[in-house]
């Protein structure tokens, strides 16, 4: 079977609906049914399925993904959006630059950006609305903003291009960092021209800010400490030594149950199964993909697809610049029609070997393709973080994505900067 009926079958599974992990599943398979002499037999593709799930690094996302809901549920983004509030409110487009701030810190305790979305825009989007901002605007930010989740550490995405690129996740999280805060100072200053010109309704946004300050700054910090203090510990212990990126989202869950359970008081005992079993729900999809992609990944190595269109591309674009631009529009168009998960464990093996023949860092490539599809988050038809902020509000899809596009091109603006100036990326390394 040739590679184009491969990729075209598995077009028309997606096309048809069929749940992505099937559809990987699929196009694994029929490569060894229709030629016997092919290597990937079906009892080869099996093995690849488990082999790829049995790894020690994988077990921290289902414990990332944990955390996030425990935090989810516990409020912890209410905490702290309070102390981010209480500094930047009065300023001009200050509580739409509390959220972003918002989104940065609880991307720092998720790694997930629909995460990050649903705990941060069902506590911020009413505040916004209270205050005269605009439900579609307010509705956009938080979407845009969620994206951060996955690019600043720690981030599930790093950890699923660590394991198909071998590169180390504690390198990718630390040079997560930087274009993090980059694309949140961009989106802030958009927002900061959006209502300079626009204007804001100071009368509302005053009386809640003084409400806030009202109770000192002692008190709003101490509410929000334990809260701050959460990416502080889990980015401490990796980088300290104390602890790998899967032993520190360990500990991050049972960090979350503690300040959640008895600091907070946020969640009662009886609560936590139902937590349990909805982490489980969010990571069972998650597994089923991981382990068809690892299977794909390995059968188009074997049909030599990474060499063959290593080969083309480096051939049709010989000029460095324009080659990684047409990888970023690559990105950015699979994105937009394909979860983060299975192209990034199927993209890797095909582009990384072309970014570093023409000498760019392991490293600095995964953040950019990172980047490139958590632009995919607020992008059409599969925009999750669309879905989720549009299910806060009930606001339609399209009328968050026109809403979202100034901020989308301001994503790009950064990711366009990350793309040509490595020292973004490996600064910290």
């Not at 101490?222 to 360990?250: H, N």
């Not at 509000?393 to 603006?413: N, Y």
């Amino acid at each position: 079977m040739s590679v184009g009926a491969v990729f075209i079958i598995f077009a028309l599974c997606l096309l048809i609906a069929v749940p992505v992990s099937i559809s990987l599943g699929i196009v694994s398979v029929l490569p060894g049914m229709f030629d016997s002499s092919f290597t990937a037999s079906g009892s080869f593709v099996i093995r690849s399925m488990v082999g790829g799930i049995d790894s020690f690094p994988l077990l921290a996302v289902p414990m990332f993904v944990l955390a996030g809901i425990i935090m989810a549920h516990g409020q912890i983004s209410e905490k702290l959006f309070d102390v981010f509030a209480y500094f930047l409110g009065k300023r001009t487009a200050g509580m739409p630059c509390a959220v972003i701030v918002t989104c940065l810190f609880y991307g720092a305790i998720s790694g997930s950006a629909p995460a990050t979305v649903a705990a941060v825009g069902s506590m911020t989007i009413p505040i916004l609305m209270e205050m005269g901002y605009e439900k579609e605007f307010s509705t956009a930010i938080v979407a845009v903003a969620g994206g951060l989740g996955v690019i600043i550490p720690p981030s599930i995405p790093f950890i699923m291009f660590a394991m198909a690129s071998g590169a180390s996740v504690s390198d990718l999280f630390l040079a997560g960092i930087i274009p993090g805060l980059l694309i949140g100072f961009i989106l802030m200053l958009y927002v900061w021209a959006y209502y300079k010109k626009h204007g804001e309704d100071k009368e509302k946004i005053n009386l809640k800010i003084d409400a806030l300050h009202a109770e000192g700054f002692g008190k709003v910090f101490k509410e929000s400490f334990w809260a701050i203090l959460s990416p502080v510990i889990i980015l401490g212990c990796i980088y300290s030594g104390i602890a790998s990126p899967t032993e520190a989202a360990v500990i991050s869950v049972f960090y979350s149950l503690i300040i959640s359970l008895f600091v907070y008081k946020s969640i009662k005992p009886r609560e936590i199964w139902g937590i349990c079993v909805e982490a489980m729900k969010t990571f069972a999809p998650i597994l089923f993909i991981l382990a068809a992609s690892v299977a794909f990944s390995r059968v188009l190595t074997l049909m030599q697809v990474p060499q063959t269109v290593s080969d083309w591309i480096l051939t049709h674009f010989t000029n460095e610049i324009i080659l990684l631009l047409v990888i970023d529009i690559f990105l950015l168009l699979v994105g937009m029609v394909m979860d983060t998960t299975p192209a990034i464990l199927i993209l890797t093996p095909i582009l990384l070997p072309i970014v570093t023949s023409v000498g760019m860092d392991p490293i600095h490539f995964g953040v950019m393709m990172v980047v490139n599809l958590a632009v995919g988050f607020v992008t059409p038809p599969i925009g999750v973080n669309l879905f989720v902020a549009s299910s806060l509000t009930e606001v339609p899809v399209m009328t968050i994505a026109r809403k979202a596009i100034p901020m989308i091109i301001a994503f790009l603006i950064a990711l366009l900067l990350i793309t040509y100036i490595p020292g973004i990326s490996l600064a910290l390394l």
